[in-house]
């Protein structure tokens, strides 16, 4: 499969039209580009619930924009719209927040002008959140060495924040001062948002890059081919545990042996105060298919009878982390205290 191109630009990968929401489809990268014109306030829904569009400010943009294209088109089920849409996926923290914004919109807009208040508040959204990812990558490059061999897992980049990148965007911000640095890009596994996306985003970039196994990692780290674990984040708790994909908290045990920092890149969209820590967040459990649906040599790789687990997310413990980095700056342990100023 060939791998496809395309401009990165904000308004490539989440639109909001008149009477519809324009997604590029994640499911179908890297071999195509396609885009998927939304209609109904349910398919977005569908959307965010199918990893259409995915990643936790993204899904945010998504649900705010789900929001106004409902007020645009079907006014009367508007109060459902915003149910179905805050729940669509549990555990990143940035939907509910997104979703919260436009139902106070509606709250203080009643009658005419509330449609196109609610379009305004999500574009202002999704321009905010790409805003936030530059400030993030400029102050995270701050942290990274020259020569780095940065490390990512999933894909934070700018497919999952509507435009430039959390975690991405430090590398971004670091490859332009310095042109010699390199990414590992972790598979991660089950959907391989690691080899499909973060790969095919550092290509259209022109960083250099080498996708590896999730389970290379550790014999990486010990080859001294790792000098930051670079990661973003679907929630962080007041505490400053980090809720990321799965296998987030396994790379954060293998840097710690390793003495390698942990560097963690979120907009405080992605900070939950109100979450005491990370144990206390709700972990989305999928479907088994993701897991089932592998292939090997051309053939099925997975005995379909035997059971599965599928959690999407986990916890790496706040001691791991060695820095969060936010929109407004570099933040380091105690994170009680460092997060509370977001």
Not at 6 to 27: E, H, K, M, W
Not at 140 to 154: F, K, M, N, P, V
Not at 242 to 254: E, F, M, R, S
Request: hydrophobic fraction near 45%.
């Amino acid at each position: 499969m060939s791998v496809a191109s395309l401009d990165l630009d904000p308004q490539s990968i989440l639109r909001l039209q008149p009477g519809a929401v324009r997604l590029l489809d994640q499911t179908r990268l890297p071999g195509e580009v396609v885009h998927r014109t939304l209609t109904h306030w349910q398919d977005v829904v569908d959307a965010i619930r199918g990893m259409v569009v995915r990643g936790a400010p993204a899904i945010g943009i998504a649900g705010a924009m789900g929001v106004a294209l409902a007020a645009q088109t079907t006014p009367n089920e508007l109060p459902e719209a915003i149910r179905a849409l805050r729940a669509a996926r549990p555990t990143a923290v940035n939907l509910a927040w997104a979703v919260d914004a436009q139902a106070r919109l509606v709250g203080t807009h009643p009658g005419p002008g509330l449609a196109e208040a609610l379009a305004e508040g999500a574009r202002q959204i999704h321009a905010d959140e790409v805003a936030r990812c530059k400030a993030i990558g400029r102050h995270g490059a701050t942290l990274i060495t020259r020569g780095a061999r940065i490390l990512t897992h999933c894909n934070a980049g700018a497919l999952a924040t509507g435009g430039y990148g959390t975690a991405l965007g430090i590398v971004r911000a670091a490859f332009e001062i310095d042109p010699t640095l390199r990414v590992l890009v972790d598979e991660t596994r089950p959907l391989m948002q690691g080899s499909r996306l973060t790969a095919w985003e550092l290509a259209q970039a022109g960083i250099g890059h080498t996708v590896i196994a999730d389970n290379m990692a550790a014999a990486m780290m010990a080859a001294g081919r790792v000098s930051h674990v670079v990661v973003g984040a679907d929630r962080i708790a007041a505490n400053g545990d980090v809720v990321n994909k799965i296998g987030t908290y396994g790379v954060a045990v293998l840097a710690r042996a390793h003495d390698i920092p942990v560097i963690v890149a979120a907009p405080t969209s992605t900070v939950d105060l109100a979450t005491p820590t990370g144990t206390a967040t709700p972990i989305e459990e999928r479907d088994p298919v993701e897991v089932r649906d592998v292939s090997l040599f051309g053939r099925r790789a997975f005995a379909a009878d035997s059971p599965v687990a599928n959690p999407a997310f986990d916890v790496t413990p706040a001691w791991m982390v060695s820095a969060i980095i936010t929109e407004n700056g570099v933040h380091r342990a105690p994170y009680d205290r460092s997060l509370c100023q977001v």
